[in-house]
């Protein structure tokens, strides 16, 4: 079946421009993740959807950060007043299950590489 | 907070070499560990998932062992092939369904 999408794969933008970035989940998977992942680090934990419970947001870095899931199903992270720190590649994940304690692995997606001028 | 370190950073062997990549994690805590691969210009690849009350877990050439009292975590590749080059990482999950990623170890297998 289809996997993890993500859109756009690549986007350039001019610091303080706003962006909207989409994640399409394996269908039926309740949880979703986001991550961004910056140059030669580690990823890095901004958000967390488990079905229509309220989001897991402590990792979003700040308020210009904002994420959105319709359901279970597409979600969207909007970066407003992108600045050139923002830069990064940003990764989504899904997962069947309700727990990470359980040992339900995540499936994600190939990301977008967002590149703020 | 849980930090989670990889060592080594990156790692060029010979084709047909063994090879060990570690992780090491501050809170011994954990519910379980798992070990992705990424490859460039694509998303994490799961590859093992060991749970707290197991020591080890094999795939193939793969071996992922976990000692959660010293906080570590090996990830055994054996006889290595081009195609194992990538980047490969350890993460742990909280109670908050946060995952904990390494920095990763950059893997290059050469022909």
């Known amino acids: 079946g289809a996997g993890v999408s993500q859109s756009p794969s690549n986007k350039v933008t001019e610091k303080g421009k706003d962006v909207e970035l989409r994640c399409d989940p394996i269908?039926?998977?309740?949880?979703l993740y986001w991550y961004r992942q910056r140059l030669g680090q580690g990823l890095e934990f901004l958000i967390y959807?488990?079905?229509?419970?309220?989001?897991?947001k402590s990792g979003l870095p700040s308020d210009r950060f904002s994420a959105e899931r319709t359901g279970e199903s597409v979600s969207t992270l909007t970066i407003q007043r992108t600045q050139q720190e923002d830069s990064a590649v940003y990764l989504c994940?899904?997962?069947?299950?309700?727990?990470?304690?359980?040992?339900?692995?995540?499936?994600f997606g190939p990301g977008t590489r967002l590149l703020v001028l | 907070k849980q930090e989670v370190t990889q060592i080594p950073a990156a790692l060029s062997v010979p084709e047909g070499e063994n090879l060990v990549l570690n992780c090491s994690f501050t809170?011994?805590?954990?519910?379980?560990l798992q070990w992705f691969r990424q490859d460039p210009g694509k998303g994490l690849t799961s590859l093992l998932l060991?749970?707290?009350?197991?020591r080890e877990q094999t795939s193939g050439r793969l071996n992922a062992s976990l000692d959660k009292s010293s906080g570590r975590s090996t990830l055994y590749i054996a006889a290595s092939q081009p195609g194992d080059s990538a980047t490969y990482l350890c993460?742990?999950?909280?109670?908050?369904?946060?995952?904990?990623f390494g920095t990763g170890t950059s893997l290059t297998v050469i022909p």
């Open positions: 809170d011994s805590a954990i519910y379980n």
């Open positions: 993460a742990v999950p909280n109670t908050g369904n946060q995952f904990y």
């Open positions: 994940a899904s997962s069947p299950g309700t727990f990470a304690i359980g040992g339900e692995t995540q499936y």
């Open positions: 959807f488990q079905g229509n419970s309220a989001p897991d």
């Open positions: 060991i749970q707290s009350s197991q």
């Open positions: 269908s039926g998977h309740t949880a």
